[in-house]
């Protein structure tokens, strides 16, 4: 793995220098609510581990923008990495799924709500303030709004996402 500023980027890597800046944004949310949560330092490194990975291909050349969390797990895979939390939490980084454990859920959130996205930037800003205290209300706000951004551009929900939102209303 080749280093970013500080993040771990894998070598066959291929993300622009704004990519790069989201990926150090979204693993310094990460970190952030790591250290507000008092979560232990192995699980804080499959945090930061799926926020390297989530976006390392997003700039390659696919046909299909989705494509890119699913080609970087394989990718992952193959070469080498074996925890599963955080190959699901890459593959299905977009989407939802209803089968991730933490770090699946806590990267979900984090590139939604990192600070460089300028859309609803104060409510953004305010849902990240509350993940320490308030993950699961959040997660499930977040999937809203993700889910109605999708109906509203009337695309197809992806079944990992009709999951997703139905393992979250239904707890």
């Known amino acids: 793995m080749g280093d970013a500023a500080g993040i771990a980027l894998p070598r066959w890597a291929q ?3 704004k990519r790069r800046a989201h ?7 990460l970190a952030r609510w790591a ?9 804080r490194e499959r945090w930061i581990k799926a926020a390297a990975l989530h976006d390392a291909l997003r700039d390659a050349p696919v046909a299909d923008a989705l494509a890119h969390g699913p080609l970087a797990a394989e990718r992952a895979a193959r070469e ?4 599963m939390g955080v190959l699901d939490a890459v593959r299905y980084h977009t989407v939802g799924y209803a089968g991730w ?10 590139d939604f ?16 303030g509350r993940v320490p205290t308030e993950r699961d209300a959040v997660l499930k706000e ?6 109605e951004w999708v109906v509203r ?18 707890r």
Request: aromatic share 8%; hydrophobic share 45%; net charge negative.
């Open 15 to 17: 993300v622009s220098a």
């Open 153 to 170: 551009s009337g695309w197809p929900l992806a079944p990992e996402t009709v999951g997703f939102w139905n393992s979250l209303v239904s």
């Open 35 to 43: 250290g507000a949560m008092g979560v232990p330092s192995g699980e």
């Open 142 to 147: 977040v999937a809203r709004w993700r889910v």
């Open 23 to 29: 990926i150090e944004r979204v693993a310094g949310l």
């Open 80 to 83: 080498g990495e074996t925890d």
């Open 101 to 110: 454990d933490d770090v699946g859920r806590m990267l979900y959130l984090a």
């Open 113 to 128: 709500l990192e600070p460089g996205r300028s859309f609803a930037a104060e409510e953004r800003q305010a849902l990240a």
